[in-house]
T-cell receptor, first 112, second 117 residues
Framework: KQEVTQIPAALSVPEGENLVLNCSFT??????LQWFRQDPGKGLTSLLL?????REQTSGRLNASLDKSSGRSTLYIAASQPGDSATYLC???????????FGKGTTLSVSS | GAVVSQHPSRVICKSGTSVKIECRSL??????MFWYRQFPKQSLMLMAT?????????EQGVEKDKFLINHASLTLSTLTVTSAHPEDSSFYIC?????????????FGEGSRLTVL
């Protein structure tokens, strides 16, 4: 059974720092991986999607990498801003047509 | 891009009543939708897979008689929480795969926060 783990559970950094959020999954035979942002009491905002054949995806200050063989993904946030404060969720999809399996998230707080 | 809409966004009900949550795909057809539940400070847990024209598939530990799922059309799935109790208070969110690109990306509704008094 696929399990997704995110480390750390919480992270506090000053504005301007570059940071890395980690995600690991137990079954490396995944279809794709998505990173989401969730603000308190809100729904999900999709940040990046990485297909199983890809190594990384970039969007603005965000870069997500995927190492399927080791069951790991990282989300790199450059030059963090207070507006980046949120919970970041990593989720994997084992096969086409199946649901996403989520990690517990990393709650990020960026202070000004 | 694909849009998934949920209604209501918030609902408060008395214990013992039933609550229906709707999930609509606004600009595409979805033969499959996924329903998740999120308790405070917890991650999203898959409850069930809603299949258009057939019975939903429930995850282990989810009571199918309590959480009724109906996927009567290609754009609408509903989740009815029957005889709700305070422990059912949670954030319920649905998702559907986009048909517009062969990426397998899932889009999510805005979520529905249920509070049972």
């Amino acid at each position: 059974k696929q399990e997704v783990t995110q480390i750390p559970a919480a992270l506090s950094v000053p504005e301007g720092e570059n940071l890395v959020l980690n995600c690991s999954f137990t079954d490396s035979a995944i279809y794709n991986l998505q990173w989401f942002r969730q603000d308190p009491g809100k729904g999900l905002t999709s940040l990046l999607l990485i297909q199983s054949s890809q190594r990384e995806q970039t969007s603005g200050r965000l870069n997500a990498s995927l190492d399927k063989s080791s069951g790991r993904s990282t989300l790199y946030i450059a030059a963090s801003q207070p507006g980046d404060s949120a919970t970041y969720l990593c989720a994997v999809r084992n096969q086409a047509g199946t649901a996403l399996i989520f990690g517990k998230g990393t709650t990020l707080s960026v202070s000004s | 891009g694909a849009v998934v809409s949920q209604h209501p966004s918030r609902v408060i009900c008395k214990s013992g009543t039933s609550v229906k949550i709707e999930c609509r795909s606004l600009d595409f057809q979805a033969t499959t939708m996924f329903w998740y539940r999120q308790f405070p400070k917890q991650s999203l847990m898959l409850m069930a897979t809603s299949n258009e024209g057939s019975k939903a598939t429930y995850e282990q530990g989810v009571e199918k008689d309590k959480f009724l799922i109906n996927h009567a059309s290609l754009t609408l799935s509903t989740l009815t929480v029957t005889s709700a109790h305070p422990e059912d208070s949670s954030f319920y969110i649905c998702s559907a795969p986009t048909p517009f690109a062969n990426t397998g990306e899932l889009f999510f509704g805005e979520g529905s926060r249920l509070t049972v008094l």
